[in-house]
């Protein structure tokens, strides 16, 4: 009776161990995050200078908005089809997230960066 208690309860814990693994991938993002703008500070601007260094741009993440980021930024938005005004508000802060910040399997940028930075 014992092994069938511990038996059950591998069973129990092993499919409880892979929904918690499933739903840890599962982002999505929050509305009404506000716009990363120039001159700001914080992570909001750390996970958008990550994700221009995951699109290859060589800046500092160190969030601080500044002439680097501000540079990289707007020549990415040219590049991607996008207003090209330095301002990472939802159609900037999708490209970022979906195309580079997610697909880099790092845990942080695809939890952490959708509450921080504006996406649809």
């Known amino acids: 009776m014992i092994k069938h208690v511990f038996r059950r309860g591998a069973v129990t814990l092993g499919a409880a161990a ?6 840890a991938g599962v982002a ?4 009404g995050v506000p ?6 500070r914080g992570d909001g601007v750390a996970c958008v200078q990550q994700g221009l260094r995951n699109a290859g741009y060589s800046i500092a993440v160190d969030g601080q908005y500044g002439n680097a980021t501000y540079a990289a930024l707007t020549d990415f938005q040219h590049q991607h089809g996008l207003s090209p005004d330095g301002i990472v508000g939802p159609k900037t802060g999708d490209v970022l997230y979906y195309d580079f910040l997610k697909p880099s ?3 942080v940028q695809i939890e952490f960066c959708p509450t921080v930075i504006p996406t649809s």
């Open 18 to 23: 892979v929904a918690v693994t499933t739903l």
């Open 28 to 31: 999505h993002a929050d509305r």
């Open 105 to 107: 399997g790092n845990l």
């Open 35 to 40: 716009y990363v703008k120039p001159g700001q």
